[in-house]
């Protein structure tokens, strides 16, 4: 099965499950003897990592999405908040709106192409 870092982390170094892999395209440095899913399988450019964003409704202003952001890229500036995140696997990238729209795109895109090439009737 597959599971982010936050909940198999600890049962992999409490010894309860092993790892085979992680989905990123580079080893973790929180489980750097578990190899990537290329390394272990082979399967170029496989990833699949989760990440933690925030949106706002449509039409939201932009003065107030700025603000949003600012406070969010401020609070990822924070050593705390990287240790917590860096603690289960997780980099901080702060970035602007423009950055998780693309990402978002892309990201979109990416899983649109694998349920039509899988031929995973849409529900």
Do not use: C, M
């Not at 982390?9 to 899913?37: C, E, H, M, N, Y």
């Not at 990833?47 to 003065?63: H, R």
């Not at 603000?67 to 990822?76: F, P, Q, S, Y």
């Amino acid at each position: 099965f597959s599971a982010d870092f936050a909940v198999t982390v600890p049962q992999i170094k409490g010894g309860k499950i092993r790892g085979l892999a992680v989905t990123s395209t580079k080893r973790s440095p929180v489980v750097p003897d578990i190899p990537t899913v290329n390394e272990a399988l082979g399967l170029k450019d496989y990833e699949l990592i989760a990440y933690f964003a925030a949106f706002a409704p449509a039409g939201t202003p932009a003065d107030v999405i700025n603000k949003l952001n600012a406070a969010v890229n401020a609070a990822a500036q924070s050593k705390d908040i990287q240790e917590k995140f860096a603690a289960n696997g997780f980099a901080v990238e702060p970035g602007t709106p423009a950055d998780l729209a693309k990402r978002s795109v892309a990201e979109t895109a990416k899983w649109a192409k694998a349920i039509k090439d899988a031929n995973i009737e849409p529900q």
